[in-house]
Nanobody
């Protein structure tokens, strides 16, 4: 069974940092496109960041300059380093993968993790 598992969420004060980790099990994803989305209560799921298998990255304007996405293909792992966190970053963060198409604000991948909660206090 192919699975994405997120970890690293938690509680942090505004201005703090967290690093989220997404690890794939069941297959190698070295050539898959990876991304992060988030969903706050009462809101639609929104794009956060993406990284292609070649390492090209893109970010939502709301997190640009604060978040960094990276990957370690040997470990089948993608990271989201989150700095200068704001209360509006509070959401469940989901790892996303697609073997064929680039993930973007317009296109979600076909494989999802279970999500990890990030809560940023004022």
């Amino acid at each position: 069974q192919v699975q994405l598992v997120e970890s690293g969420g938690g509680l942090v004060q505004a201005g703090g940092s967290l690093r989220l980790t997404c690890t794939a099990s069941g297959r190698t994803f070295s050539r898959a496109h990876m991304g992060w989305f988030r969903q706050a209560p009462g809101k639609e799921r929104e794009f956060v960041a993406t990284i292609t298998w070649t390492g090209d990255t893109d970010y939502a304007d709301s997190v640009k300059g604060r978040f960094t996405i990276s990957r370690d293909n040997a470990k089948n792992t993608v990271y989201l380093q989150m700095n200068s966190l704001k209360p509006e970053d509070t959401a469940v963060y989901y790892c996303n993968a697609d073997k064929s198409f680039r993930i973007s604000n317009l296109k979600m991948g076909d494989l999802w993790g279970q999500g990890t909660q990030v809560t940023v206090s004022s």
